[in-house]
């Protein structure tokens, strides 16, 4: 199988990664912070060097603001419902994937906020000016995410970052499709709250991920829970990070996401993303040769990440998804991507497009056998 699903899970994973955070936690599996002996607080060291590594990585001033969650969408829903209250006006935009847009729905359906979403413009990009132009006097969160997870296209955060500081409202970005593949400083972004997964560009198991916080964010609890510390008091601890750490971490995953870590670190950020972008342009180049082929927003390659979004003329994208799986073994996502207001602006709506999304073990041999692929069908189908 030639796998072009990465902008989903990236796969295959560093096997040296995945056999060391596996022979890590075979010697010291157990739930950390909950015991005072030598195991547990071996474990809880090393869960405090994981926050630290991260904090560094993301640029945040505070390790213990480096909240371990399930992946994205769950710190996401935890930066949400915490930071807003009732009467609150939140700008966000049509580039988001449903693990924004969902929760924001869900809050206004239930009266406790409103929101605008800003378009994007014909190149892909949130203009930070058209945020400035819907804010309002309550409005008190702009939550936006840092690359379209169906256009590739990287947003101007540190920009929307100034448009937030000089209003004084909390920035909240969702890193899913950047974080481990594009730089990403939070202090001098301005950013107050980043939720990031470990199985996309961090090349991490699935089921662990974060939320990284400035000091000056304020969240409310909305879930309760054993944490380890505290425990004679029936109110939920208020000292980080435990006070948004519910139950026993997933140690593997956290073991796992520090072994990763460290890969990418090795491997550097920017020269991972340079070599998926060379790949990128040669898959580009290939589908912009062949007769029928659509392509989205992918004349300029400048601020991207490694997926792009095409379709073939008269063929439905879930139908080509097929025909690239069976006959060609390929593997790409197809439909509307979690995003389905892109596609509305787009016109792809309701069968949304293919998405071709490359990752660290992406080659040569499979961008140009995926561009062969789609020439025959589109060949065959125009």
């Known amino acids: 199988m030639i796998y072009l699903d990465n ?124 945020i400035a132009a819907v804010i309002k006097p309550n409005t008190a969160l702009v939550i936006l995410t840092h690359a379209s997870n169906v256009l590739g296209t990287v947003q101007p955060i540190e920009e929307v970052g100034l448009v937030c500081k000089e209003r004084g409202i909390p920035l909240v970005v969702d890193a899913a499709q950047t974080a481990g593949t594009i730089p990403i400083d939070m202090k001098s972004w301005h950013v107050a709250a980043l939720a990031f997964t470990g199985h996309k560009s961090m090349l991490a198991p699935t089921g662990i991920g974060g939320l990284v916080l400035d000091r000056d964010a304020r969240i409310e609890l909305t879930r309760f829970g054993g944490t380890g510390v505290d425990s004679r008091s029936l109110l939920h601890t208020e000292t980080y990070p435990h006070r948004l750490e519910c139950g026993t971490l997933n140690l593997l995953g956290i073991i796992g996401l520090l072994e990763s870590l460290t890969f990418i670190q090795k491997e550097r950020v920017e020269s991972i993303h340079l070599r998926e972008m060379a790949l990128l342009t040669r898959l580009r180049d290939g589908l912009l040769g062949i007769k029928g082929v659509e392509l989205y927003c992918a004349d300029d390659l400048t601020c991207h990440v490694a997926l792009l979004c095409a379709n073939i003329r008269g063929l439905n994208p879930e139908d080509a998804g097929d025909i690239l799986d069976g006959d060609y073994g390929i593997a790409v996502r197809t439909g509307l991507h979690c995003a389905p207001l892109v596609h509305e602006s787009l016109g792809t709506s309701p069968h949304g497009s293919i998405r071709f999304s490359l990752g660290p073990f992406t080659t040569e041999e499979h961008v140009d056998r995926a561009v062969a692929a789609m020439s025959e069908i589109a060949r065959r189908s125009c």
């Open 7 to 130: 902008a989903a899970t990236t796969f295959p994973k560093p096997a040296e990664t995945l056999r060391a955070a596996l022979e890590t936690y075979i010697r010291m599996g157990v739930s950390p912070g909950r015991g005072s002996y030598d195991l547990a607080t071996e474990a809880e060291d090393l869960v405090t060097t994981t926050r630290k590594r991260l904090a560094d990585f993301f640029d945040a001033p505070d390790p213990e603001r480096v909240i371990f969650t399930g992946n994205a969408t769950d710190a996401l829903n935890i930066a949400l419902q915490g930071m807003l209250t009732f009467g609150d006006h939140v700008v966000s935009s049509r580039l988001e994937h449903n693990s924004v847009l969902r929760p924001l729905y869900h809050m206004r359906q239930k009266g406790v906020i409103d929101y605008d979403l800003v378009s994007f413009d014909d190149n892909g990009f949130v203009r930070p000016e058209e």
